[in-house]
């Protein structure tokens, strides 16, 4: 049994003990702050057996990219640009799935889900965004999987994201009719 909830500033710390023992990627306080401070719908918790054991924090972003609009793959910009002259490159509301992860003895029970669900909604129906999208490292499986089960499509390859030389995949979900 487990709920998924809003975070509290006070989830803060054990929200960064977390990430420490789940990801490379590691944050200030600060960082943590200003995202619950300013786009405190979307950065939740879950809480099992009275602790927290896992997490899922975005912001929203002005994008102009029909990539992270989920409009068009890298290699179909161009293509894009010419067909839709239409194509104004304004600026639209685009969640950031920035971090998520779940404490390892607590995995496969359907947690990750939930918080990337509840992600997907508050970034859909309370942000008005028309995608979300996140970076995730290309040979991260368990994370890739769940993503393409709630319909993310890999979109762009960027190489050397990560501080250790890794490649990143941008992975992006429409919300919206385009
Ligand atoms: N191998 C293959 N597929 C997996 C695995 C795995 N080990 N774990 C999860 N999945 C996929 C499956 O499709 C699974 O569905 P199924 O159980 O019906 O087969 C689906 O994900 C959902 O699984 P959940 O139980 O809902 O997810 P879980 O609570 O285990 O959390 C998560 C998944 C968050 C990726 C977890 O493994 C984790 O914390 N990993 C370490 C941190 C991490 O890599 N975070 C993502 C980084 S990228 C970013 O943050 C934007
Ligand atoms: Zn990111």
Request: proline share 4%; charged share 30%.
């Amino acid at each position: 049994m487990f709920v998924v909830r809003r975070a509290r500033d006070e989830d803060l710390p054990e929200v960064m003990k977390i990430n420490l023992e789940t990801l490379p990627e590691n944050y200030w306080y600060g960082f943590y702050k200003s995202l619950l401070d300013n786009w405190g719908e979307a950065f939740l918790v879950a809480e099992a057996e009275g602790k927290l054991v896992g997490y899922a924090m975005s912001r929203i972003e002005e994008q102009s990219d029909p990539v992270l609009l989920g409009l068009a793959k890298e290699e179909e910009v161009g293509l894009l640009r010419r067909v839709i002259s239409s194509f104004k490159g304004e600026l639209r509301p685009v969640g950031h799935l920035v971090s998520i992860a779940v404490r390892s003895p607590y995995r496969r029970m359907g947690i990750g889900s939930s918080l990337l669900r509840e992600t997907i909604n508050v970034v859909r129906d309370f942000y008005k965004a028309d995608s979300i999208y996140l970076e995730v490292r290309v040979t991260n499986y368990p994370a890739i999987n769940l993503y393409e089960k709630f319909g993310f499509k890999k979109v762009r390859v960027i190489k050397g994201y990560y501080s250790d030389g890794e490649d990143a995949y941008v992975m992006v979900l429409r919300l919206k009719a385009p």
